[in-house]
């Protein structure tokens, strides 16, 4: 085996990556679908942008606009979000990453290389995370936590019992699961630019390795 | 319980534009994958799965948040996939509830006899599937003191309903002892109106709404899984909160 370039992403790390990437997708899809069948802010989500299938092929199936299908795809991408998550976090704290990449953070280092990013003068380099990164990893971190219980509290309102009070109740649940997967779609909108900015951190998450010329074995199909 | 096809407009299907979004992302990953057979078939298998999971997550004496009365709405608010106008008014005079299945006592009740059952009040929340909650105070018979009195094999797995109005339902055994189920008779201290299912539906502060059926005509007691109307649709099973 080739060993050109440095390894940037283990294999758990990947892994938990790719299948967090599928599973929030699965979420959001399926909880804007969720969500259009009872508003909580005077706008629904496009139907092109939701999981649940065609309207009137969902009609014609069982007399149900897709909310059905959508909450079965929220109720089982729950499952995979939780175990990809649940890797990733035990990863992350096991490997020390999150110790080692996702630290230091200071607020004079993220004002600086907030400022930089501002003026295009801040530079990547793989396998190093700037400020500014280390703050947004932070930041998806906890609202992928946040969201994680408040979508608990709103699924088992009554087995978790006083779990919502910590949101201020049931409706106050879903706000806040409105609100961090708010954060969550801000993070990802961020996230994919900057890739599409410097695509070799895309090559790197997929086969782990950063340099001029990645192992041709990578998983990528 | 929901009303579908009330808040979706399929004309507002539109094409993607071109460009990376979230949403052509979305589309990507399964928006019409939803339609296929196969995917149906392993939501399902995922669902009935979620079913085993919340069964065991169910704690039969753990209690769902009770309420000062004073925020007990009264004008409670109606759903179903008709308009309140159109709910089924059952003549007392004229009403039985029809017993089947494992029951020992099989005999049918009438209004008045099920009203002389001892009844409790309670000021619970109300969940429904599609987001929204409300308060309400409600005065009942608790279901286990009815399958009690009508000798009721509690051994058996499930409860199922039919109801006036073409509804169906069921639920697990454990729930239908859970101290806070309840044969609700009244709302808000009066009589159940119509529209809300005179002249009882089933309370069942544990289990999302559309798990409430109103204007129940029969209760069975089987080991069979009874269908539901709505998990009929698509909507989980068990819907347990």
Not at chain 2, 67 to 90: C, H, I, T
Not at chain 2, 151 to 169: I, L, M, N, S
Request: aromatic letters at 12%.
């Amino acid at each position: 085996m080739s060993q050109k370039g440095v390894q940037t992403h283990a294999w758990p790390l990947r892994l938990a990556h790719w299948t967090m990437a599928i599973a929030v997708l699965v979420m959001i899809g399926s909880g804007w679908r969720i969500y259009n069948a009872e508003p909580i802010l005077p706008f629904r989500f496009p139907l092109f942008a939701t999981l649940g299938g065609d309207v009137e092929a969902a009609l014609a199936r069982h007399g149900d606009p897709g909310v059905a299908s959508a909450i079965a795809w929220h109720f089982a991408g729950m499952w995979l979000l939780g175990a990809a998550f649940g890797l990733f976090l035990l990863y992350g704290l096991l490997s020390g990453h999150f110790r080692r990449d996702y630290l230091p953070l200071t607020p004079r280092a993220f004002v600086r290389d907030f400022t930089d990013a501002l003026c295009f003068r801040l530079e990547h380099r793989l396998g190093v995370y700037n400020a500014v990164q280390k703050a947004f990893y932070w930041g998806v971190l906890l609202a992928l936590v946040v969201v994680i219980l408040s979508g608990i509290a709103i699924w088992k309102p009554v087995q978790t019992y006083p779990l919502e009070t910590l949101f201020g109740g049931f409706q106050g649940a879903r706000t806040v699961h409105f609100l961090a997967m708010t954060a969550i779609v801000g993070f990802l909108a961020v996230h994919l630019a900057l890739v599409a900015l410097v695509p070799r951190t895309l090559v790197s998450m997929i086969t782990g390795r950063s340099g001029p010329s990645p192992e041709p074995e990578g998983e990528a199909p | 319980m929901i009303r579908p096809g009330q808040d979706f407009d399929p004309t507002r299907r539109r094409l993607l534009g071109g460009g990376v979004t979230l949403g052509a992302l979305t589309l990507l990953t399964g928006c019409n994958v939803s339609d296929h057979d196969a995917v149906q078939d392993a939501l399902q298998r995922v669902s009935v799965w979620n079913d085993r999971v919340q069964a065991a997550l169910f704690g039969p004496h753990r209690l769902a948040p009770t309420f000062p009365e004073s925020m007990a709405v009264k004008d409670f608010r109606y759903n179903a996939w008709y308009g309140p106008d159109q709910a089924p008014v059952l003549d007392p005079k004229d009403y039985r509830l029809g017993l089947a299945g494992r029951i020992s006592d099989k005999r049918s009740w009438s209004v008045d006899a099920l009203h002389a059952l001892p009844q409790v009040t309670q000021v619970t929340r109300h969940i429904c599937v599609e987001g929204w909650s409300m308060i309400g105070k409600w005065t009942g018979t608790p279901l286990r003191v009815f399958l009690e009195r009508i000798g009721a094999d509690t051994t058996a797995r499930y409860v199922g309903f039919e109801c006036a109005d073409g509804y169906y339902e069921g639920i697990d055994m454990p729930t239908a002892l859970h101290p806070q189920t309840l044969m609700a008779f009244r709302l808000h201290d009066a009589l159940l109106p119509h529209r809300h299912g005179f002249p009882f539906k089933l309370r069942i502060p544990t289990k999302l709404g559309f798990k409430n059926p109103k204007f129940v005509t029969t209760l069975y007691v089987t080991d069979k899984e009874p269908r539901g109307y709505w998990p009929d649709r698509g909507y989980n099973w068990f819907s347990g909160l």
